[in-house]
Each structure stands twice: as structure tokens, then as C-alpha cells.
T-cell receptor, first 115, second 115 residues
């Protein structure tokens, strides 16, 4: 069974703080993703990574950065948190985008509130 | 470019009634299609996926979906709703040919089940 864990379920930070969201998967998946989820907007891709030390911008990368130093861990960084980054953040992993392996496996999410 | 449209942000059914959640997609190449479910305060869980093996796809919890190329649809159904089916449901499409194969999500449909 694929397991994707996220470091916190709920997080409250102040405006201007640097925030780290951690994600770990235990199935040796190559690809990892960070999304944010907002009511009425669905899931929007922030960043993704195909392999260690590789990263690609998604649809809404502004205000975020990522780090992938180890295959199992993918971190999302908010350099200077702002109130419009209050959201649910979801991490996902995927084996590889080959035939039949495009489904992603999701963590439980981190609900971040920036005050 | 690919896109997904879920008709109806909220659907309400009575317990025991048919569940029908609508999804239409746009893709210039044959797609992979997915339905995910999200229970309150949890991550997304894969319900079922279409990868061209069969147009009628059976998933977990009694759900199924039918791929109709002529209608560019992938509607999700369940013959008899349970209270435990109350959740948010997301349809997603992936590019079959592209090397990235990332998922494009619809905005979600929240299903309520009345006793």
C-alpha cells in the first residue's frame, strides 16, 4: 500500500514567516507533486519533481519554492508567507508516467492558515 | 490543451437513490481518465481509472464510470447511494502521449446524501 505522509495536518503561521511543508512517500516513486486546493477552484499544481534534485514549475509557482534532496522527500517552501497563501496543500507521488501508471497517490493534506 | 468540466458543484441525492456525477473532458489525444474521492479533511483517494482496456470501468465502493468518446464524457455512477458516499469527487484527465502525463483536475462536485 502506497503511503504518502505530510508533516502537519494543521499549521498556523504569521505573515512574512518562512514556512516549510514536508512530504514523504515510502514506495520509491520517481515523481512527486505539490498542489493547493481552494473552494471552487479544485486542485492547482504548484511544483512537481521527476527525480532527485529536479523540479518543474506548475501552474501557480509564484511565492513558492521546492526542494528534493532525497527521492522519498519533497518539500514545499513559502519564502515569506502571505494571507493569500492560506489554503489546503496536498502532496502526491507517482511511480512514473509510463503506460498505465499515471495515477497519483495523495497525502492527507496540510491546512495552512496565514494570519 | 486538456481540460475537465464537472457539471454541478453540488449534487444531493437520497440514500438508496442513483448517484450520477458528470464529467466532460477535452483532449486532442486519447486520454487517461480518473475519478478521485475526498472525504472531509483527508487527501484524495483513487476511485477508478480509464486507460483504454474497457469503456466501462468498475472502481471501489460500488462506483463505476463509462468512457464515451463520442460525447467526450466520463460520468461516475453508483446504483444506490450510502450515507458514507458523502464526499467531494474530482474527475481528472491525463495526456496519454505526453512525456509528463500530469493530471488536470476538474473543480470538484460535492455529493450530499440525505437519509
Amino acid at each position: 500500500d502506497v503511503k504518502v505522509t505530510q508533516s502537519s495536518r494543521y499549521l498556523v503561521k504569521r505573515t512574512g514567516e518562512k514556512v516549510f511543508l514536508e512530504c514523504v512517500q515510502d514506495m520509491d516513486h520517481e515523481n512527486m507533486f505539490w498542489y493547493r486546493q481552494d473552494p471552487g477552484l479544485g486542485l492547482r499544481l504548484i511544483y512537481f519533481s521527476y527525480d532527485v534534485k529536479m523540479k518543474e514549475k506548475g501552474d501557480i509557482p509564484e511565492g513558492y519554492s521546492v526542494s528534493r534532496e532525497k527521492k522519498e522527500r519533497f518539500s514545499l517552501i513559502l519564502e515569506s508567507a502571505s494571507t493569500n497563501q492560506t489554503s489546503m496543500y496536498l502532496c502526491a507521488s507517482r511511480l512514473e508516467p509510463g503506460q498505465g501508471f499515471r495515477e497519483q497517490y495523495f497525502g492527507p493534506g496540510t491546512r495552512l492558515t496565514v494570519t | 490543451a486538456q481540460s475537465v468540466t464537472q457539471l454541478g458543484s453540488h449534487v444531493s441525492v437520497s440514500e438508496g437513490a442513483l448517484v450520477l456525477l458528470r464529467c466532460n473532458y477535452s483532449s486532442s489525444v486519447p486520454p487517461y481518465l480518473f475519478w478521485y474521492v475526498q472525504y472531509p479533511n483527508q487527501g484524495l483517494q483513487l476511485l477508478l481509472k480509464y486507460t483504454s482496456a474497457a469503456t466501462l470501468v468498475k472502481g471501489i465502493n460500488g462506483f463505476e464510470a463509462e468512457f464515451k468518446k463520442s460525447e467526450t464524457s466520463f460520468h461516475l455512477t453508483k446504483p444506490s447511494a450510502h450515507m458514507s458516499d458523502a464526499a467531494e469527487y474530482f474527475c481528472a484527465v491525463s495526456d496519454r502521449e505526453g512525456s509528463q502525463g500530469n493530471l488536470i483536475f476538474g473543480k470538484g462536485t460535492k455529493l450530499s446524501v440525505k437519509p
